[in-house]
């Protein structure tokens, strides 16, 4: 929701419930007032017929605006108002009336006086404030609209094309800058914060990425002048079997330590985004090509493969991402396979599923994409294939997922 209809909505929420109380507070104010003035009339009117019977001896009725007629004797009764229902004759329906009525004492006689004026109906009362209430409340309305259709156009404008040039920021664009430049203090201020963030994210970035390139090339040196000289060691002819068995044992050590380094280094470059080349991947033939570098492996745990794979089934990546997914993902199946086990691989234009048998062990579905989760702690695999395929999903907006049914797990890569 945008912040000009989160406000709109407050605006019209308040004000129309602002309105409902006025409108009944508008009701019972007139109705006061009105009410008032006619007491003010009435009793003037009360007072000028008293006058005139005493001048005069009576005065004529004017029915029902004025009632005059003689009572039998009783004491005189001060003034009493009252809201009274009169049948029009001509309307054919009860009218409301306003009254005020007194028994006095005129030249000895004792009449009973009555001077009345008819009041607004209260349903045309309500009727017409209802209708003023809303002319008023569709006419904020209409100004609320124009007023915000304005301020969206000019004084946010600065604020959207802002959010348009973030949208286009790269980490690896040194010259990044915010072109929009607006007269208000908050925007302008906002402008100024998110060039010095963007500054220091592409600084980081740009000595992360200079840290990953030195250490790739600075560790696997030294490890690989190790490995040549254990190498060399191991040829020795005066070697005990002691000896021997320490070299080889500190060789395949290194070995590891440099195949940890560059899956480190290659997670560290996926998580960074260092693979900005895309193009069409024909994800059929590079699943084919790998099943077949595969074939020795699956062969000699007598593997049994099934595969269901889509021709042309083209997808919008870096090709060593997708290259390093399917080889993780057939491999993880592959190694963590059982003797005379099955693999089942999917692929279509929304879907890679890539399937294994094995017993059922006690894997967190949450926990198995972390890094160096391992099921088996006893396995030389350092537990990082996983990792390094969620992070080629994120980077590439795809889901995945992992399920373990019918004794097989599954891990499901959804495009």
């Known amino acids: 929701m945008k912040l000009l209809q989160k406000t709109n909505r407050a605006y019209l929420l308040v004000s129309g419930t602002a309105f409902i109380i006025a409108g009944i507070v508008f009701y019972f104010v007139i109705s006061y007032f009105f009410k008032d003035q006619l007491n003010e009339k009435l009793f003037h009117d009360i007072r000028n017929i008293t006058r005139a019977i005493k001048k005069n001896g009576t005065i004529p009725n004017y029915y029902p605006f004025i009632e005059i007629r003689e009572v039998s004797k009783q004491s005189e009764r001060s003034f009493k108002t009252i809201d009274t229902l009169i049948f029009n004759v001509f309307e054919n329906r009860n009218i409301p009336f306003r009254q005020i009525s007194l028994i006095s004492v005129i030249n000895d006689k004792t009449y009973f006086i009555a001077a009345r004026d008819t009041l607004i109906e209260e349903d045309d009362l309500l009727e017409v404030i209802a209708i003023v209430t809303g002319l008023v409340f569709v006419l904020l309305l209409v100004g609320l609209y124009f007023i915000n259709r304005k301020l969206s156009l000019n004084i946010w404008q600065p604020f959207y094309k802002t959010l348009d040039e973030l949208k286009e920021f790269s980490h690896d664009k ?165 003797k005379r086990g099955m693999i089942n691989i999917k692929l279509d234009k929304n879907l890679l599923e890539i399937s294994n048998s094995g017993k059922m062990i006690p894997v967190s579905t949450s926990k198995i994409f972390d890094r160096f989760y391992k099921t088996n702690m006893s396995s030389d695999s350092p537990g990082l294939g996983l990792a390094i395929v969620k992070e080629i999903c994120r980077l590439n907006k795809w889901e995945i997922k992992y399920v373990f049914e019918d004794n097989l797990h599954k891990v499901l890569v959804n495009f």
Do not use: W
Request: some cysteine.
């Open 174 to 338: 040194p010259e990044f800058r915010l072109s929009s430049e607006s007269e208000l203090y908050e925007f302008s201020e906002l402008n100024k914060t998110l060039e010095k963030l963007t500054r220091k994210v592409i600084s980081d970035y740009q000595s992360l990425k200079r840290f990953t390139e030195d250490a790739s090339h600075e560790i696997q040196t030294p490890l690989a002048v190790i490995q040549s000289k254990l190498e060399t060691l191991m040829q020795y002819p005066d070697l005990n079997q002691d000896q021997a068995e320490l070299i080889n044992s500190a060789y395949v050590y290194t070995l590891r330590i440099s195949k940890l380094t560059q899956t480190l280094l290659l997670l560290t470059k996926i998580a960074n985004d260092q693979f900005p080349e895309k193009k069409a991947i024909n994800m059929s033939d590079l699943l084919g090509e790998k099943i077949n570098m595969f074939e020795d492996l699956i062969s000699e745990k007598s593997l049994i493969l099934n595969k269901d794979i889509k021709l042309d089934c083209f997808l919008e990546t870096n090709f060593f991402l997708a290259e390093s997914l399917v080889i993780n993902l057939i491999g993880n199946a592959v190694k963590h396979n059982i």
